[in-house]
């Protein structure tokens, strides 16, 4: 018989969760009205993604304040400032009139 268990597993060590991916479902429903909102929005834009990120961005707010997920910083899940768009929006603009 092998050492580490029946199925080739290690009993001693403890499996560590991913990062990112994985978190709660929302069995209460908690969040149930923005996830609609986004779904509905994906549906009358042709699931174009980029029309409906405000309520993409509505329904990850819900549940980090929730506790159905990590509170993180809205950058770091690839939302920027309105004023941050708007300066990267005009850098462009500029480097494409030059």
Same mark, same amino acid.
């Given at each position: 018989?092998?050492?580490?268990?029946?199925?080739?597993?290690?009993?001693?060590?403890?499996?560590?969760?991913?990062?990112?991916?994985?978190?709660?479902?929302?069995?209460?429903?908690? #969040?149930? @009205?923005?996830? *609609?909102? $986004? +779904?509905? =929005?994906?549906?009358?834009?042709?699931?174009?993604?980029?029309? #409906?990120? @405000?309520?993409? *961005?509505? $329904? +990850?707010? =819900?549940?980090?304040?929730?506790?159905?997920?990590?509170?993180?910083?809205?950058?770091?899940?690839?939302?920027?400032?309105?004023?941050?768009?708007?300066?990267?929006?005009?850098?462009?603009?500029?480097?494409?009139?030059?």
């Amino acid at each position: 018989m092998s050492a580490g268990g029946a199925f080739g597993g290690n009993r001693g060590v403890s499996p560590v969760p991913p990062e990112k991916g994985v978190f709660p479902l929302d069995h209460m429903h908690l #969040c149930d @009205h923005a996830k *609609k909102e $986004y +779904l509905n =929005c994906l549906k009358t834009s042709g699931h174009q993604s980029e029309k #409906c990120r @405000h309520f993409s *961005k509505l $329904y +990850l707010e =819900c549940r980090m304040e929730k506790n159905l997920m990590a509170k993180q910083d809205m950058s770091e899940l690839g939302f920027v400032k309105e004023s941050d768009k708007e300066a990267s929006e005009e850098k462009i603009t500029e480097s494409i009139g030059n």
